[in-house]
T-cell receptor, first 114, second 117 residues
Framework: NAGVTQTPKFQVLKTGQSMTLQCAQD?????MYWYRQDPGMGLRLIYY???????DKGEVPNGYNVSRLNKREFSLRLESAAPSQTSVYFC?????????????FGPGTRLTVL | AQTVTQSQPEMSVQEAETVTLSCTYD???????LFWYKQPPSRQMILVIR??????QNATENRFSVNFQKAAKSFSLKISDSQLGDAAMYFC??????????????FGTGTLLAVQP
């Protein structure tokens, strides 16, 4: 049981390049999330998927797209990377059944855009 | 909109001593959840403790306990018998009780805890 896994762990991009961050969970969770963490700002929600087949914007969705490929996988895509997207990205998942929910986080991806 | 504030960017504690990290929040809702997450240098976000707002009893997990003051909208974390492995960034987070489709967490800006040997 690996929990929530993310790939890659580190990435350096040039401005304008594109890439996809991968996330997978093996806990049979329904809901998945992408957050970004910036110094002095805590974690902010980019996109989420309440269930397979649905995705919605969070607080800071501009410049990103997501795909809920199946129940296990939720990817985050940067179509044209900008220096402002330099951050640490976390994927999280939760059962999505209300009261008992606790979010479990992946190890994060450190992205640098030059 | 709900907000979470951690007013202590950095704290330091001697090994084996007790330290309290502060968190305040703002909400108009009466039912909600509060969490403390720990982020060590490995970057992994680890759930430390969770409190349901409808429970008056403060949550406790081994050396970690909270002081939940609902009227004051305060949620502090006490770490007893501090250990070197407690050194980390600590985040306070809020979640609506009826999260709906989101169930999203609202995070504070974090407190970096150093543990001195």
């Amino acid at each position: 049981n690996a929990g929530v896994t993310q790939t890659p762990k580190f990435q350096v991009l040039k401005t304008g390049q594109s890439m996809t961050l991968q996330c997978a969970q093996d806990m049979n969770h329904n809901s998945m999330y992408w957050y970004r963490q910036d110094p002095g700002m805590g974690l902010r929600l980019i996109y989420y998927s309440a269930s397979e087949g649905t995705t919605d914007k969070g607080e800071v969705p501009n410049g990103y797209n997501v795909s809920r490929l199946n129940k296990r996988e939720f990817s985050l895509r940067l179509e044209s990377a900008a220096p402002s997207q330099t951050s640490v990205y976390f994927c999280a998942s939760t059962l999505g059944q209300g009261e008992a929910d606790t979010q479990y986080f992946g190890p994060g991806t450190r992205l640098t855009v030059l | 909109a709900q907000t979470v504030t951690q007013s202590q960017p950095e704290m330091s504690v001697q090994e084996a001593e007790t330290v309290t990290l502060s968190c305040t929040y703002d909400t108009s809702e009466s039912d909600y959840y509060l969490f403390w997450y720990k982020q060590p240098p490995s970057r992994q976000m680890i759930l430390v403790i969770r409190q349901e707002a409808y429970k008056q009893q403060n949550a406790t997990e081994n050396r970690f306990s909270v002081n939940f003051q609902k009227a004051a909208k305060s949620f502090s974390l006490k770490i007893s018998d501090s250990q070197l492995g407690d050194a980390a960034m600590y985040f306070c987070a809020y979640r609506r009780f009826y999260g709906g489709a989101t169930n999203k967490l609202i995070f504070g800006t974090g407190t970096l805890l150093a543990v001195q040997p």
